[in-house]
């Protein structure tokens, strides 16, 4: 049965919350670095944050699988509502001196505090990624696909813009205010939303409350899964290092209030593609469009920085951010489709631990080889000779070899797939399986 309409009161929830929650933890980052002028405790809460999300992926699959979607939502949303009405508190009680002690208990007690509330809202994407499959029938997941990533695109849009300006304007005090009300509407709009479901049915049994063994034979027993599983954190291994590189890199060419607009209406491009994929769905061969999108960020990554020059970098990043979403839906739209609807939230949630973790372990590696390797090589004289008539003189080249390198394998990497016998047996496994409703409520 059709439940869409269900899936966009959903939908709209998951906004209201995405944007609250990115919006604290971009002002707590830029709170923290205003008043403390410390790279290390930015990278710190940075670094944790990405760490948790790993950690927690398979539980919260489980939990998914476990109860309903809905339930699963409410839960988080209300832990999330908990933990930065405590957090507005302890600050309010705090004195500001004690709270920017880096390495001091009140610094990481009110960070652990709004890292908690971040951290659980994480539950709600996996149960989103279900609902899916639960609400929408097989031939429009695709676009719904499309949908959930043009809400990430547009959290990421206003809180990239709007999360310096409370914290510059309005200060940490309003706003901690504004996401605590924020949060508590959000919740007492999901009270309203009705998602129809059915008993749940587990085939083998009730999972355990954290079922690492359960997440990995569902993906194993599915020919191929495993591969793109892997595939998809080599990407992310390599995309760790524009997470790592790209603000050093802009910064060389533009001030840092120029670089943080560019960044917000750049962000835009998420939701080019995300509405692109929402409009025209990812065609009957899902798989290979994700290579495809591969293909052509890995050469935008190649080319967007052979030159200095900020409308090239501009153009670049807009083009790789709209591409995003059209890798992310595809992967989704073929796990919905050949991992029973039962084990989704395990395998979901495995996906997100491994490749997550991968973004953080390549940042935390090549910025000392950028640092102390490549980029000095840039700038001496044999690497200006080298490098200059390929990527010309400047004193981003350093940064600039390393985004062309990492381009270079990701084709690798992406045309080695083309040619892999998981590529085959998860493309034959996807056009085999006939195309079935939402699960009926």
């Known amino acids: 049965m059709d439940h869409t309409r269900s899936f966009y009161g959903v939908l709209v929830n998951t906004l209201i919350a995405n944007v609250t929650t990115s919006f604290l933890w971009f002002a707590l980052t830029f709170w923290v670095y205003l008043e403390t002028r410390s790279v290390v405790a930015t990278a710190t809460i940075g670094g944790a944050y990405m760490l948790m999300v790993a950690v927690v992926g398979v ?6 699988d476990r109860w309903r979607k809905k339930r699963v939502m409410v839960v988080a949303t209300t832990v999330t509502a908990v933990a930065y009405t405590a957090a507005f508190a302890f600050f309010l009680l705090v004195p500001t001196r004690s709270l920017l002690e880096i390495g001091s208990l009140a610094f990481w007690g009110f960070v652990l505090l709004i890292l908690l509330g971040a951290i659980v809202e994480s539950a709600r994407g996996i149960a989103l990624s279900t609902c899916v499959t639960l609400l929408v029938p097989e031939g429009r997941r695709a676009n719904m696909n499309g949908m959930v990533g043009m809400v990430n695109g547009l959290g990421f849009a206003i809180t990239s813009v709007f999360s310096g300006l409370a914290v510059g304007q309005l200060g940490m005090t309003w706003t901690m205010a504004i996401a605590v009300a924020f949060t508590v509407v959000s919740l007492l709009h999901l009270l309203t939303v009705s998602i129809p479901e059915p008993e749940i049915v587990h085939a083998e049994g009730a999972p355990h409350a954290v079922d690492f063994p359960g997440a990995f034979r569902a993906v194993l027993a599915v020919p191929g899964l495993m591969g793109l599983v892997l595939f998809a954190t080599f990407n992310n291994l390599l995309g760790g290092v524009f997470m790592a590189l790209m603000d050093p890199y802009g910064l060389n060419l533009v001030s840092v209030e120029v670089w943080g607009l ?170 085999r399986i006939e195309p079935e409703a939402a699960p009926a409520a």
Not at 59 to 64: A, H, L, M, N, R
């Open 262 to 431: 560019l960044w917000g209406v750049l962000s835009f491009g998420f939701m080019i593609g995300a509405a692109w994929v929402a409009r025209m769905g990812l065609g009957t061969r899902p798989l290979r469009a994700l290579l495809l999108a591969n293909v052509v960020m890995w050469t935008v990554s190649i080319l967007f920085t052979i030159r200095e020059n900020i409308w090239l970098t501009a153009v670049g990043i807009l083009a790789y951010m709209a591409l995003i979403p059209v890798a992310e839906a595809a992967e989704q739209t073929v796990l919905q489709k050949v991992v029973p609807y039962e084990k989704q939230g395990r395998v979901f949630g495995l996906a997100q631990t491994v490749e997550v973790a991968a973004a953080p372990v390549s940042a935390f590696i090549i910025g000392p080889v950028a640092q102390y390797g490549l980029i000095p090589y840039a700038n001496s004289e044999q690497g200006r000779e080298t490098l200059g008539p390929l990527l010309g003189e400047g004193n981003a080249r350093g940064i600039a070899l390393v985004f062309v390198l990492a381009g270079v394998l990701g084709l690798v990497l992406t045309g080695g797939a083309f040619l892999t016998r998981s590529y085959r047996l998860l493309s034959r496994r996807y056009s």
């Open 59 to 64: 539980p919260f699959g489980t939990w998914v």
